[in-house]
């Protein structure tokens, strides 16, 4: 947290990149810097001595770290674009230039999936991602 401060709630599920540099991971804590009272994805970086929050839409879970660290793919409950218009889970990529909502049909321009994808956030498992960021599975 700020300061150094433990978080003041639950984290899980951590996901190492590569060198260990960064992990991400999901808390429920309100003083990691996110926007606090539901379940978000963050990214700390261990030697730059930073932490970011990623989903900031709430009910976010399962982050996989890709493994040189440019990538993070999560699944979400919330609408991180104006393309995701169900409230069901998807699979998000950020890669620091922002989401790309990725559990869609026909690739990165195809229709919005019409119910979960990566499993729901309290069961199931959540996307994989390959070392350089670049194909999700879930």
Aim: glycine share 18%.
């Amino acid at each position: 947290g700020a300061g150094g401060a433990l978080g003041n709630d639950d984290s899980t599920n951590p996901s190492l990149d590569g060198d260990g540099r960064r992990v991400a991971f999901t808390s429920e804590s309100t003083n990691l810097g996110g926007a606090g009272g539901t379940s978000e994805v963050f990214v700390r970086d261990v030697v730059a001595n930073t932490i970011s929050p990623l989903g900031a839409s709430g009910a976010d879970d399962r982050a996989a770290l890709s493994e040189d660290g440019s990538s993070v793919a999560f699944v979400s409950n919330g609408s991180l674009q104006a393309a995701d218009t169900s409230s069901a889970a998807d699979v998000y990529v950020h890669n620091g230039g922002g989401y790309t909502l990725v559990s869609r049909a026909n690739g990165l321009t195809g229709l919005v999936g019409n119910a979960g994808s990566g499993g729901t956030l309290t069961f199931g498992e959540g996307p994989a991602i390959s070392p350089n960021g670049s194909c999700v599975a879930f």
